[in-house]
């Protein structure tokens, strides 16, 4: 399924975003990025294919520009090219690329990776750190652009822009997705529930809909996964929270309904396709009782349909007008991937050969798979997602390969020197981002510059003050200043007015001896004499 998907993509549609597969031919849809050919490559891995993933990574250092006039999703593009960089980044390794002597902490996907973040930073330039939906990647965000994004678009960047910031050493990625995080968290309702769309400047709530599915969902998502990724109580706390409300006021005989976030009260009484992630999401936090039970009331609905229907009416156990088509998700697939991996349950294998039988009698054409149209009567549509090869092809390989090397318990493992020491990678626990880009968790303990940036600079102050010796010299904490300026500069420190007779007879001993400070305080003390006028 997977090449003849990947190589008609390639025949008729590359350089193009995706494949038109009733036509053969191919077209932009996210920005012009390849981007079925990011999407797809750790896939490629997954499978096995090592020199084709080679080849795909040295096609992409060469043919993909991001300095280009083009209006990008904010969320679209961090899930999908962010995440696919990447992740690729991260498998090079395995995949018998030669890598930088720096690797993983430098590389050329992780340059790539970061170029395409840093062209989303302007979104996050708002009075509340809500970034924006849409920015252009070469004039950042357009002066009529609407202030208006879905809580997912607002919530779902943690996972990439933390691996970012601990690979670089840039915290500035990690900064915005936490304050964006924390803003939703900050706003939502008293009996703890979010909207779907809020204004970012204003942060007032335009869409008032709380569930856990469309324009919500990977907020959730990305809390739990944000949580493991980083060893994070509060993000973990965060999205405990939210699960008794969801529980609370949502839940009805183990389906989700969308309620109004302030009172409550049911507002749609649909079940949405993208909520088919949420029994994978509450066997992560180990719920899995409760997510067997909600996914074999979804997996009923494919059953009648030979698909997850985007709308689904609950009470009347149909499709909901125009809402009736199946674009090859991946999210049931999902669901079922990791609840046999706690389970090993065959119902759960039952699902995902069904989900092989369908996409083969229903959506198989000439020139790849064609999104469900309308699974009433199996019409189809002029479009393949590229998360039909990112994800749903993944999670159904990864659900009948249990030897396969994401499914690492940890027995296995490689140690790579980095210049910040030995570090352990590929020993599993791998987190996938919400467009299935597995994210090796141990890399981000691979490149803490930290630990070596504080013996460097202790052991610039030890030869600092040995230089010194003869000109004994006060630094003073201005009470009116800001944090890094509150050092003299140490020739100033040296010719104080004889007025002031030198009083270094109680300062002169090197702060880098008294017991009562930290090294960080230390250094925000300090860190002018090094910086200033440099």
Not at 205 to 221: C, K, L, T
Not at 378 to 397: C, G, P, Q, V, W
Request: hydrophobic residues 40%; contains cysteine; proline residues 4%.
């Amino acid at each position: 399924m997977f090449y003849h998907a990947y190589e008609h993509y390639l025949e008729s549609a590359f350089p193009y975003d995706e494949l038109r597969p009733l036509t053969c031919d191919g077209q932009d849809t996210w920005g012009s990025f390849s981007l079925t050919l990011i999407d797809a490559l750790d896939t490629l891995l997954i499978l096995g294919n090592v020199s084709e993933f080679q080849r795909v990574v040295s096609v992409l250092q060469d043919g993909v520009d991001f300095d280009i006039d083009v209006n990008a999703s904010v969320f679209e593009t961090n899930i999908r090219v962010v995440g696919g960089l990447l992740s690729a980044h991260l498998l090079s390794r395995k995949a018998g690329l030669e890598v930088e002597a720096g690797w993983p902490c430098s590389g050329p996907l992780l340059r790539m990776a970061e170029e395409a973040a840093r062209k989303l930073l302007p979104a996050f330039q708002t009075p509340t750190g809500m970034p924006y939906g849409t920015v252009n990647l070469l004039h950042g965000v357009n002066p009529g652009e609407t202030p208006v994004t879905c809580t997912a678009g607002i919530g779902t960047f943690i996972v990439e822009f933390a691996t970012l910031s601990h690979l670089t050493g840039d915290p500035v990625f990690e900064d915005v997705a936490r304050k964006a995080l924390k803003a939703l968290w900050k706003n939502r309702s008293d009996i703890g529930l979010v909207g779907n769309h809020i204004d970012v400047v204003t942060a007032k709530w335009v869409a008032q809909d709380a569930g856990i599915g469309a324009g919500v969902d990977s907020y959730f998502e990305y809390l739990v996964k944000g949580a493991i990724l980083l060893q994070d109580k509060e993000l973990m706390s965060m999205f405990l929270e939210y699960n008794k409300a969801i529980k609370n006021y949502t839940k009805f005989d183990d389906w989700y309904l969308w309620v109004q976030m302030y009172k409550g009260t049911v507002s749609m009484p649909v079940f949405q396709s993208l909520e088919a992630y949420w029994p994978g999401l509450q066997s992560l936090i180990g719920d899995v009782d409760n997510a067997m039970r909600t996914f074999l009331n979804y997996y009923t609905v494919w059953k009648q349909f030979g698909g997850l229907p985007e709308f689904y009416n609950i009470p009347q156990g149909y499709t909901v007008d125009k809402r009736e088509g199946y674009p090859l998700r991946p999210e049931l697939i999902e669901s079922a991937m990791y609840l046999y991996r706690a389970t090993r349950d065959p119902t759960l294998l039952e699902l995902g050969r069904d989900a092989v039988e369908s996409i083969e009698k229903i959506s198989k054409v000439d020139c790849g798979f064609a999104t469900i149209k309308d699974l009433r009567d199996h019409r189809l549509d002029n479009r393949m997602e590229s998360f039909f090869l990112a994800e749903t092809i993944k999670y159904l390989y990864l659900l009948f390969d249990p030897d396969n090397f994401i499914h690492n318990d940890g027995s296995d493992f490689d140690v790579v020197v980095t210049p910040f020491g030995e570090c352990v990678l590929s020993a599993g626990g791998y987190i996938f981002n919400t467009e299935a880009h597995p994210i090796d968790p141990a890399a981000l303990h691979c490149c803490r510059k930290r630990k070596q940036e504080q013996w460097e600079v202790e052991d610039l102050m030890r030869e600092f003050y040995s230089r010194k010796k003869s000109k004994k010299f006060t630094l003073k904490r201005a009470p009116d200043r800001g944090e890094g300026e509150n050092a003299k500069d140490p020739e100033d420190a040296s010719s104080e007015k004889a007025g002031e007779k030198r009083n270094s007879k109680k300062s002169s001993h090197s702060l880098l001896s008294c017991p009562s400070q930290s090294f960080n305080s230390k250094l925000a003390v300090l860190g002018q004499v090094f910086l200033d006028n440099t």
